[in-house]
């Protein structure tokens, strides 16, 4: 009996709003998942991308929904809830505010904490639920908004190697996927059509190929594909799929190039790797997933990823980072103000 009370009164409820996923979590302190809830709104897809004022708005009328119906799949009361967290940043500004007010609200409804929560650490730790990665570990951060190296050193201790100069993947994907007229999101859409396509049908560029940082840039060869877009006097099926192909193969070998080159120079620093994370939205791509087992594999590290339902945006992995900052000690904060560029 006092086992079930201690179970039950320590809980952590999480909303994650930053762009279109509407979603709720419900972690318990032991870190397993009570509830959890992701609503993927469909009602951008016609405008090729996300529109914020439309977001912000989807969001406030989701929430309403999934938030009661997360306490009745995790059978508890609102009361029942120890501790409240939000995405605070990067992201939309309105989704952000939709979302963090709601959850602020409750807490100071219930007389709880509130953590804000950085988007990106939601993603670089994701891999680490349910499953144990030895510190540090590089996590590539693969999102919509970001394309990033992180050496994550511990909770909380973060260096940033290297990230985009220009588009993330994700967006590059997008991107390509609406001048194909493809739809939107991109990413499993190029991937689908990818599969019918030939790799070397096209020569694109490599941006940044012999630069010595750890930075990446996809614009170029976005715009290499848009003018080979317009050099075709017809785009068949054929042409589509092999620009997919192509293109998804060009962004596996700059990915697998720079994290090639991140493992090189922290051997250098003596830094002991064991563990790769791909994580975001784009890690759910299976071909990208296929081309980093075997890089892992070439240095002796282990691949992970989160499972597919936690790639893209959820509030699991918002839950998740909360209970890991609530373990070190770190504070909560009603009065974070959400920040669309917030850093890591
Ligand atoms: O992490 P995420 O859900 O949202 C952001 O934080 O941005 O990532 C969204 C991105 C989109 O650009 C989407 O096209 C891409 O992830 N994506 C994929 C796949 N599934 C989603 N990219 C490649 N292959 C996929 N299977
Ligand atoms: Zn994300």
Redesign the pocket.
């Known amino acids: 009996m006092i086992h079930r009370v201690k179970f039950i009164s320590n809980m952590i409820f999480a909303i994650e709003t930053?762009?279109d996923?509407t979603s709720t979590a419900i972690l318990n302190l032991e870190g397993k998942l009570l509830s959890h809830i992701v609503s993927s709104q469909k009602n951008h897809q016609k405008f090729g991308g996300v529109v914020p004022e439309i977001a912000s708005r989807a969001h406030l009328q989701i929430l309403q929904i999934i938030v009661p119906q997360s306490l009745k799949e995790a059978k508890i009361k609102l009361n029942d809830i120890d501790i409240f967290c939000a995405t605070c940043g990067p992201g939309l500004v309105g989704s952000l505010l939709v979302g963090s007010t709601m959850a602020k609200s409750m807490a100071i409804g219930h007389n709880k904490p509130f953590y804000p929560i950085n988007?990106l650490e939601g993603?670089i730790l994701s891999p680490l639920i349910n499953n144990k990665l030895s510190f540090p570990y590089l996590a590539i951060l693969l999102?919509?908004?970001h394309t990033q190296i992180y050496l994550v050193k511990d909770i909380g201790d973060y260096i940033l190697l290297g990230e985009t100069v220009d588009d993330a993947v994700?967006?590059s994907?997008?991107k390509i996927a609406k001048l194909l007229s493809l739809g939107y999101?991109?990413?499993?859409l190029?991937?689908k059509i990818a599969t019918k396509g030939n790799i070397n049908a096209f020569d694109l560029p490599h941006p940044l190929e012999f630069e010595k940082s750890l930075n990446f840039s996809f614009s170029g060869i976005k715009t290499a594909v848009s003018l080979l877009i317009k050099e075709q006097t017809q785009i068949t099926e054929k042409i589509k799929n092999d620009i997919a192909a192509s293109f998804q193969n060009k962004i596996i070998e700059i990915l697998k190039k720079r994290t090639t080159l991140a493992l090189e120079t922290l051997k250098k620093k003596k830094y002991n790797i064991k563990d790769i994370a791909i994580v975001?939205?784009?890690a759910?791509?299976r071909k990208i997933n296929e081309a980093f087992v075997k890089l892992s594999q070439n240095y002796n590290c282990r691949l992970n990823s989160p499972p597919l339902e936690l790639c893209?945006?959820n509030a699991a992995m918002i839950a998740w980072a909360c209970l890991q900052r609530h373990k070190i000690g770190i504070t909560p904060d009603l009065y974070f103000k959400v920040n669309p560029k917030l850093k890591l």
């Not at 999101?185 to 499993?188: H, I, L, N, Y």
């Open positions: 930053s762009c996923e988007h993603h999102t919509g908004g994700g967006e994907l997008d999101p991109g990413g499993p190029i991937e975001g939205g784009v759910a791509n893209g945006d």
